[in-house]
């Protein structure tokens, strides 16, 4: 099949919709399929690549409808992924309506979104119920709808959704085989060698709880544990602005617990260089406010890398976490329960090497070749649609 990717963002600019895409594009095309992307015009010049970029959007707003539909058409798809974040394309609404204007240029051709979540877009001042509205709408023109996670699953299908798939996302840094031992990651990353360290992954979001961290390591610092905080990656995705008041609140907030000395940040790296950093970390804590979910590449990551996570109690069950096995789940919005969970893991070496384990045993599920299988049959199953 000739499969055409369409993203908000993609890489060299840093951000999880990007990275999928980039990563699924490559699983697609390693099973024989004819695969391209389609994005705006950041990024600047694309490093040498078997899977060409096209990015010939100038904004995410009616400019694109008309830029990809000719584009497209003159490549001439069997089958187009949408990739589907609001904050990707600016949380204008444009691309809400896409699917169903896009059938001037592609006729037939069956558009896929995938949601990534189901934020709203702002639209604009007041929209109030049309933002919701906005997000259903996307979901009822396209041809099919893959969600990542239980959650969105969940809420689609009440909403009357029928096509729907759930295929998880998986890791966007994989790990070498040949990561090496902690005291090597630390001795070329400058990270003291005899200190406990907890790792986060990812941008700097409220609803990550990297404040909450924060909390939890000044707490176990007064008590008199030794630990210390390595923030891995960038802080703030160029997709979405509001994130920098939050990290520039949380630096603050780091040398008002007098946490000076014990708060480590990677900044951007190449992916050698994060899988170097979750290497020399003890743990990955990772408290979300809105629960451990299946949607966050922050959370696939350390599970691929087989770190020892602790997180939060999903919203809805996740059969696959199993408490006390591959992850280690606590309350969200608990800050003693995450400094007790931290102190717990870091002093029971059993206990952090069956988390372990368990979370390289996890990852495999969500292997890239896998999670491309399930999404070629989604496109097979529209195409014997179409025929009948």
């Not at 979104?113 to 639209?123: A, N």
């Not at 959704?161 to 759930?166: A, G, P």
Request: aromatic share 10%; glycine share 10%.
């Amino acid at each position: 099949m000739r499969l055409a990717l369409v993203t908000g963002e993609y890489p060299p600019l840093p951000g999880g919709v990007g990275d999928y895409t980039r990563e699924l594009a490559r699983a697609l095309q390693a099973r024989g399929h004819v695969v391209a992307v389609w994005t705006d015009r950041r990024g600047g010049e694309d490093a040498p690549s078997s899977v060409p970029v096209f990015r010939v959007v100038p904004r995410w707003d009616a400019r694109a409808w008309f830029a990809l539909g000719r584009s497209l058409r003159a490549w001439g798809p069997d089958g187009v992924l949408l990739q589907y974040q609001a904050a990707a394309y600016g949380l204008g609404g444009a691309m809400n309506l896409w699917p169903a204007i896009a059938r001037l240029w592609l006729g037939e051709i069956p558009i896929v979104v995938v949601f990534h979540d189901l934020r709203v877009p702002y639209l604009f001042p007041k929209a109030g119920p049309l933002r919701a509205w906005s997000v259903r709408f996307l979901a009822r023109r396209a041809k099919g709808v893959i969600v990542t996670n239980h959650e969105d699953e969940a809420v689609l299908r009440a909403a009357g959704i029928r096509f729907l798939r759930r295929i998880p996302i998986g890791s966007n840094i994989m790990p070498p085989s040949d990561l090496p031992p902690p005291s090597t990651a630390r001795a070329r990353l400058g990270f003291p060698g005899d200190l406990p360290l907890v790792g986060f992954f990812g941008f700097l979001h409220p609803s990550k709880g990297f404040d909450l961290l924060l909390e939890a390591v000044a707490m176990l610092t007064r008590e008199g544990a030794a630990v210390g905080l390595v923030h891995i990656g960038a802080t703030a995705a160029p997709s979405d602005p509001s994130q920098r008041d939050y990290a520039a609140w949380c630096r603050r907030r780091i040398i008002e617990l007098g946490l000076q000395g014990r708060v480590w940040e990677t900044g951007y790296r190449p992916p050698e260089e994060i899988s170097l950093a979750f290497a020399a970390v003890d743990l990955c804590a990772l408290p979300y406010r809105d629960g451990v979910s299946f949607r966050r590449g922050t959370l696939m990551a350390a599970l691929a890398h087989g770190r020892a996570v602790i997180s939060t109690f999903p919203r809805v069950s996740i059969p696959e976490l199993q408490d006390g096995d591959n992850i280690f789940l606590v309350p969200p919005d608990d800050v003693k329960a995450l400094a007790l969970a931290i102190r717990r893991v870091l002093g029971d070496p059993d206990l952090r090497l069956r988390l372990e384990r368990g979370a390289r045993m996890l990852a495999k599920r969500f292997a890239w070749e896998r999670i491309a299988a399930q999404v070629e049959e989604v496109f097979q199953s529209l195409s014997q649609r179409l025929q009948k």
